[in-house]
């Protein structure tokens, strides 16, 4: 019966996420409650993504390390770092310019895979870059985070990233273990059902990001438009620069529909690992920039469509995956 539930749940995931988005909107004061648990919430979120990957999956990771650690690198490391340099060079702080570093910072959102394949772009490609992103974080982010907040800033930046690694590896392997050794291969209503627990775990934390955004909309709504406005921007411009990079200088090698995986992966970036990583005094000033910006990673595959469908068209044999 439960499990029936959970798959019901898992076949209208979306429907989950609107109305985690707009509980979070409503009712602040449950999100500033649920906000107090957000590292545990991240665990269970991570925990079971990492439950529905096939450990099959993970023999095409290794075999893909050329195309996508490269990738990974370009996204995770060497975009925040020119990122944090632009900022340095500018002498642009505040929380729009952490915000930016951030996300240039973090990896890929655990949504990616069907985003992507709701985008008929390859669902493989986002999900090994997410698991890469995801497992190389704790070393692609050290650099950037030591850029952004130096030594005079009071982070622990060696904390964080331990931090970030205990948290990733509980979840990610813990996952693993138990699937390995317990659940085995998922029937479809299985896999169905994990996904509908992690669509309620998904719109439970939604809803914890959203505590400052009623606020602000009965406050100040001009602001919070152009708030929202720069969201939107931080989210879907890195995708299409991303998309069209790749499907520039590597379209022709590259999978089908890997240009759309990449750009999604660009754009909706996992904030949350850094919300449980970093102090309280660091990530305050964020939360009504974090809470605007889940709003358009849910609305990429209904803004972003003629995007990727343009790349589809262009790229030869390109399918859904």
């Known amino acids: 019966m439960i499990v029936d539930i959970l798959a019901a749940i898992g076949r209208r995931s979306q429907f989950g996420l609107i109305a985690g988005l707009l509980c979070g909107i409503l009712f602040p004061v449950l999100a500033a409650g649920l906000r107090e648990h957000l590292t545990e919430l991240i665990v269970a979120l991570l925990f079971f993504a990492s439950l529905r990957i096939d450990p099959r999956a993970l023999g095409t990771l290794r075999l893909a390390f050329a195309h996508d ?9 060497a975009l925040p770092l020119f990122v944090g340099l632009a900022l340095w060079a500018s002498g642009w702080t505040g929380p729009f310019a952490t915000m930016l570093a951030l996300l240039a910072a973090a990896s890929p959102i655990s949504g990616s895979p069907p985003i992507a394949q709701l985008l008929g ?10 698991l890469w992103g995801t497992l190389l974080l704790p070393i692609t982010s050290f650099a950037p985070l030591q850029l952004l907040f130096g030594p005079d800033s009071g982070v622990n930046v060696i904390g964080a990233s331990l931090r970030l690694a205990a948290i990733i ?13 317990v659940l085995g291969a998922l029937s479809p209503r299985a896999d169905l059902a994990l996904g509908g627990a ?14 400052a955004v009623q606020p602000a909309l009965l406050a100040t709504p001009i602001k919070l438009g152009g708030i ?13 620069a991303a998309a069209l990079l790749y499907r520039k200088f590597a379209g022709a090698r590259g999978e089908a529909g890997a240009a759309g995986a990449v750009g999604v992966a660009a754009g ?4 949350a690992l850094f919300l449980a990583a970093l102090p309280a005094a660091q990530t305050e000033p964020l939360m009504i920039l974090v809470g605007c910006y889940q709003i358009p990673m849910y609305l990429t595959p209904i803004v972003m469509r003629p995007l990727y469908r343009a790349l589809s068209k262009s790229t030869p044999g390109a399918k859904d995956s």
Not at 198 to 211: H, K, N, W
Not at 268 to 271: D, G, H, I, K, Y
Request: proline share 3%.
């Open 228 to 240: 929202f406005a720069a969201t939107c921007l931080m989210c879907f411009a890195p995708q299409a």
């Open 169 to 181: 590896l509980l979840s990610v392997f813990g996952a693993g273990l138990l699937r390995r050794t």
């Open 69 to 77: 650690v490269p990738i990974v690198i370009a996204l995770q490391l």
């Open 268 to 271: 909706n970036r996992n904030m």
């Open 198 to 211: 992690s669509t309620i775990l998904l719109a439970v934390f939604v809803i914890a990001l959203m505590d």
């Open 121 to 130: 772009q390859s669902g493989a490609v986002a999900l090994r870059l997410l």
